[in-house]
């Protein structure tokens, strides 16, 4: 819709209208509409205003326009306290987290909607989740949820619908696991198909239960802090020297401390692999200890109209609470003045202010483009020393016929069929997500959808002409499609209503991440989470967060990314207690640990 310098974009799931500006003093003045209402605020100039409710009245057939209380219009003379690039769910905890503690925030996001690899799209009535699809951290219990946690501090609740079974696993020799929510049906199943390896299987998942159990007895901040890092140490001894224990440690490891059958130690490398994408001896513990639990203690929970409405409502959350986010945004400087990030400059020209930036790009990215001309500071040549950029993925997105899915069918699956070796390999084993057995408002009735996926490298997309690019894309999803229904659905093709297929190059386009990167994976045999930067910067002013920070990759770290950069920034502009020699000896002390990776 057109109105004037304004362009709306409507979110067809919650039905309210984002009103855009390519006017930086006019932006961002009009929020939200919903039953028959309208609301818009600090719109300048009155004649202009009352235009503009005529027309948004007729336009959009509502009963009333609503103007909210205004506050300062984004200019380019805005001063903001900080400045977040990107709307991934890393950068709205952060934005969110800091808008609650009282500061100004501004986020600029280059797409037009919020969520990045948590967004969603829309297709001839289906609602596909763009990437993430498996809700960690979304219960109602704990101290770990920190997707519920993060909705609530900005007065939002979702309705989630349980997942029985985290996943089910399809393996060589015939090897069917269900991941079900109940722990002990869990290892009933689990030790029902290695029955002689029982006790190893009752001590490696009791490993990771120790270190759940020590993270969910914190409040969780930053670990960058020092007053809140020693206040915890003090309160919770044992636990945080458990933490600290297992931190540079990896799953693989601990796990042939108690087991040895090669293809049990093969299930719990395809188990550290669905969430690391890497085999478990090269997947941290206190991650692996994270994810295989939280699984049973929260649960997996889905948010019902899919995983898009969670960014969505952080995103309204944040306006409420008189912050601001730009969509079409694109970010392409950071702008330092003397060494200190200062603000950003759009690829339109504008530029805002603020006292600290926030990169919620990955550090790629934010170091090797949007720092144009800086020397990489030492902290980013470590970083890359250790990680490398993960391959993107292939994702097959399709809407079939219901009646190809047997009854029962679970949610999420993970197939590998003859070849563990294949296990890392591009295509060599496939994810699969149907949300619509849990929310069948996702597709039209008598459909569902069948989000695919398989890692794939951006060198296997690149210097093809159209035609080739097109075909290439064809001939993989043929045969992707061709597993699952030889392993799983027998008549598959045929059931086909809608399918589109995304590369490397589209998860590059649509969330700027370079190559499409699924996130950071060690170079080598990491020390844990040793080596992973927290959110400060060797550039004074700017923080990272997301999935290039601690913990790593995953909606719920990168939440906890999010918490912790708030609880740094928020000292550092003087909203948390804050000491400045304890921060710079933790600093050096973290600094130090991390070259020790
Ligand atoms: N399942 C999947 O396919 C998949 C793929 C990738 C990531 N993920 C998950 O997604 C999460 C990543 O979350 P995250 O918070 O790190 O980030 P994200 O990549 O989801 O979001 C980053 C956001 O920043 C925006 N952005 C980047 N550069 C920008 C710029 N220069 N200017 C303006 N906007 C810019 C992007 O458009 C995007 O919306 C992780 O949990 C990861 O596990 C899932
Ligand atoms: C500082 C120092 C040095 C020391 C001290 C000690 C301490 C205190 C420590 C502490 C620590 C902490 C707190 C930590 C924390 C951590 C955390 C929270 C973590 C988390 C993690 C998470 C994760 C990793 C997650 C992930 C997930 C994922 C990735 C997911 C994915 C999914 C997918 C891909 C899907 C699948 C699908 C199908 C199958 C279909």
Request: charged share 20%.
């Amino acid at each position: 819709m057109n109105l004037g310098c304004y362009q709306t974009i409507q979110f067809p799931r919650s039905g309210k209208v984002r009103f855009l500006s390519s006017n930086p003093l006019k932006s961002s003045h009009l929020k939200g509409i919903q039953a028959g209402s309208v609301k818009f605020r600090n719109f300048q100039v009155s004649q202009r205003r009352k235009d503009v409710t005529m027309r948004l009245k007729s336009m959009l057939s509502v009963d009333s326009v609503v103007e909210m209380e205004g506050k300062e219009g984004v200019s380019t003379e805005s001063k903001y306290d900080a400045i977040v690039i990107g709307s991934g769910i890393g950068g709205l905890v952060a934005a969110t987290q800091l808008a609650v503690k009282g500061a100004k925030v501004l986020v600029c996001e280059k797409y037009v909607i919020p969520g990045g690899s948590s967004g969603y799209y829309q297709r001839d009535g289906y609602t596909f989740d763009v990437g993430s699809s498996v809700m960690f951290g979304f219960s109602d219990k704990g101290n770990l949820n920190l997707i519920t946690q993060a909705l609530s501090a900005v007065g939002r609740e979702m309705e989630v619908i349980p997942d029985p079974t985290t996943v089910h696993f399809h393996l060589p020799n015939n090897l069917s696991v269900r991941v079900h929510r109940e722990y002990s049906e869990f290892i009933e199943e689990l030790t029902s198909k290695f029955p002689h390896e029982k006790e190893g299987i009752l001590k490696f998942y009791g490993k990771c239960w120790k270190i759940f159990n020590a993270l969910n007895s914190l409040q969780l901040k930053s670990l960058e802090e020092p007053i809140y890092l020693f206040g915890q140490f003090f309160q919770k001894p044992l636990e945080c020297l458990t933490l600290a224990y297992y931190l540079p440690q990896n799953a693989g490891d601990i796990a042939r401390k108690y087991v040895k059958d090669p293809q049990l130690l093969s299930f719990i490398d395809a188990e550290c692999f669905i969430v690391s994408t890497v085999n478990a001896l090269r997947t941290p513990m206190i991650n692996a200890g994270m994810v295989l639990c939280d699984r049973h203690f929260g649960g997996i929970n889905y948010p019902v109209g899919g995983v898009g409405g969670i960014a969505e409502s952080l995103a309204e959350g944040l306006i409420d609470q008189g912050s601001e986010i730009l969509y079409k945004a694109n970010v392409t400087n950071i702008i330092l003045d003397q060494g200190k990030a200062v603000g950003v400059r759009l690829s339109d020209g504008r530029e805002f202010f603020a006292q600290t930036i926030i990169s919620n790009a990955t550090r790629w990215d934010t170091f090797g483009k949007l720092l144009k001309g800086e020397n990489l500071p030492k902290e980013e040549e470590n970083f890359q020393k250790i990680y490398v950029k993960a391959p993107s993925f292939l994702s097959i997105h399709m809407g079939v016929k219901a009646d190809v899915l047997p009854p029962d069918t679970d949610c999420h699956h993970f197939v590998l069929e003859d070849d563990w070796t294949r296990l890392e390999e591009s295509y060599g084993s496939i994810f699969l997500s149907i949300p619509t057995v849990l929310d069948s408002s996702l597709a039209p009735k008598g459909h569902h959808i069948l989000h695919i996926f398989t890692t794939s490298s951006i060198e296997d997309w690149e210097g093809l002409p159209p035609k080739d690019y097109e075909a290439k894309k064809e001939l993989i999803a043929k045969e992707i499609i061709g597993r699952l229904e030889k392993k799983l659905f027998p008549g598959l093709k045929s059931s086909i209503v809608f399918k589109e297929v995304g590369t490397p190059k589209t998860h590059r386009r649509f969330l700027a991440r370079d190559i499409g990167t699924y996130g950071p994976m060690p170079r080598q045999i990491p020390k844990g989470l040793l080596g992973m930067p927290f959110n400060t910067t060797g550039i004074s002013g700017l923080y990272c967060v997301g999935d290039s920070c601690f913990p790593g990759q995953g909606v719920i770290a990168v939440a906890f990314s999010g918490v912790m950069c708030a609880h740094r920034v928020a000292a550092d502009i003087g909203l948390e207690k804050k000491s400045p020699i304890l921060d710079t000896a933790l600093l050096r002390l973290l600094a130090w640990l991390r070259t020790l990776a």
